[in-house]
C-alpha cells in the first residue's frame, strides 16, 4: 500500500510542528526550594545584623555630615548607607538578583 505524497507532507508538517513547541521551564523540586528557603535565612541573619551597623554607622556620618555639607550632602549619605538590599532572597541566592551592600546615593 501506497501512501499519497499529502499524507507524507502532512505528517511532515505536524511532526516538525510538535518539535518546535517549547517545552516547559523545568520547575525546581521541592527540596531544592526548601534548600534556597533555609540558606536565604540563614544568610539574612547572618547579613542584616552587618547591614544594620554599616547603617547606624551612616547615621552617625550622616550627623557630622549636616553641618558642613548641607542637606543634599547628608541626604545621600543617608541613602547610601542605609540603602540597598536588606534581606537575602532565594533568587539573590541563584543569582537571578542582585545584592547590594549600599545604596545608589540619590
Known amino acids: 500500500m501506497r501512501l499519497p505524497s499529502t499524507s507524507i507532507a502532512l505528517a511532515s508538517i505536524v511532526t516538525v510542528m ?3 513547541i517549547p ?3 523545568r520547575a525546581e523540586s521541592t527540596a531544592q526550594e526548601v534548600a534556597y528557603g533555609v540558606g ?3 544568610t539574612t541573619l547572618v547579613y542584616a545584623p552587618v547591614k544594620a ?3 547606624i554607622l551612616g547615621a552617625v556620618t550622616n550627623g557630622l555630615t549636616l553641618p ?4 543634599r550632602t547628608a541626604g ?4 547610601t548607607a542605609c540603602g540597598g538590599t536588606w534581606v537575602v532572597t532565594p ?9 547590594c ?4 546615593g540619590h
Do not use: H, M, N, W
Not at 68 to 71: E, I, K, Q, T
Not at 76 to 79: D, N, P
Not at 91 to 99: D, I, T, Y
Open 18 to 20: 510538535i518539535a518546535a
Open 23 to 25: 517545552a516547559p521551564a
Open 40 to 42: 536565604s535565612a540563614t
Open 53 to 55: 551597623s554599616f547603617c
Open 68 to 71: 558642613f555639607g548641607g542637606p
Open 76 to 79: 545621600k549619605v543617608a541613602s
Open 91 to 99: 533568587a539573590a541566592l541563584k543569582g537571578r538578583e542582585p545584592v
Open 101 to 104: 551592600f549600599v545604596g545608589d
